[in-house]
C-alpha cells in the first residue's frame, strides 16, 4: 500500500469514527430527553406501587435476555426504583 492510498484509507477511517461519535451523542441525547420524559411521567402516576412491581419483572426479563448488558444495566434500574418510591416500599 503507498502512501497515498494509507492516507486516504486513514482519512475516510477517521470520518467514519467521527460520524460514528456524532451518532452516539445524538443517541445519548435522545435517551437523555426519554429519561426525563418518563421520570415525569412516572412522578405523577397514581399506581407508582403497581409500576414499580412491573418494571422490576421487565428488567429481570431484560437482564437475563441481554447478561453482557446486565452489568451496565444496574445503575440504571437502581435509580428508576428510586424514582418509583421502590426505596420506601
Known sequence: MDSKNTTETLDLHSLNI?????NQLALAAQI?????ALATAILHHPER????????QYMLQSKQSAPQLAERMEALEAGMIALLGGDTH
Open 49 to 56: 406501587t403497581t409500576l414499580l412491581t412491573t418494571f422490576r
Open 18 to 22: 467521527a460520524g460514528l461519535m456524532d
Open 32 to 36: 437523555h430527553v426519554m429519561q426525563a
